[in-house]
């Protein structure tokens, strides 16, 4: 009987509040491209040297229709700014932040006869990347199991 434990799941990555209240008094040059493919790239991220606030937000365009997030090298999905009202200190505490959704690939962990496992976790450390209230875990499987 063959055994799998499969995770798939949105990354769902928050990035620091200082940078979108930073963008609305940030003036970008006419050249930056806005979009990648359906995606649109807004300001702390950005393709061009000059458009973004540094190598954390730079997203690579391949093909013209895939966005990636250049640092981790994870296909984007989709970036959310907070509501230029709602942007203040208060969205601190209240989690308000922007979001960039990132891809993840199929996780196997657990079930594998010939010790062949497929185990990649996003690692956040050094990034101004946290994970979210908002992501999802979705497991099955032999064993599943959270913790």
């Given at each position: 009987?063959?055994?799998?434990?499969?995770?798939?799941?949105?990354?769902?990555?928050?990035?620091?509040?200082?940078?979108?209240?930073?963008?609305?008094?940030?003036?970008?040059?006419?050249?930056?491209?806005?979009?990648?493919?359906?995606?649109?790239?807004?300001?702390?991220?950005?393709?061009?040297?000059?458009?973004?606030?540094?190598?954390?937000y730079?997203?690579?365009?391949?093909?013209?229709?895939?966005?990636?997030?250049?640092k981790?090298?994870?296909?984007?999905?989709?970036?959310?700014?907070?509501?230029?009202?709602?942007?203040s200190?208060?969205?601190?505490?209240?989690?308000?932040?922007?979001?960039?959704?990132?891809?993840?690939?199929?996780?196997?962990?657990?079930?594998?006869?010939?010790?062949?496992?497929?185990?990649?976790?996003?690692n956040?450390?050094?990034?101004?990347?946290?994970?979210?209230?908002?992501?999802?875990?979705?497991?099955?499987?032999c064993?599943s199991?959270?913790?």
């Open positions: 009987m063959r055994c799998y434990i499969n995770c798939t799941f949105t990354i769902l990555l928050s990035f620091l509040l200082m940078p979108i209240l930073d963008s609305k008094f940030h003036t970008l040059p006419s050249w930056c491209q806005t979009n990648c493919g359906n995606i649109n790239i807004s300001y702390p991220f950005g393709i061009q040297e000059g458009c973004y606030l540094n190598e954390w730079k997203i690579t365009c391949r093909n013209a229709t895939s966005p990636f997030l250049f981790m090298d994870k296909e984007v999905v989709g970036i959310s700014s907070p509501n230029e009202g709602s942007v200190f208060e969205s601190l505490s209240t989690g308000s932040f922007g979001s960039i959704r990132v891809k993840n690939p199929i996780t196997s962990v657990g079930c594998s006869r010939d010790g062949k496992e497929s185990d990649s976790a996003l956040l450390t050094g990034s101004p990347f946290f994970f979210g209230k908002e992501n999802t875990l979705v497991a099955f499987g064993n199991r959270r913790l």
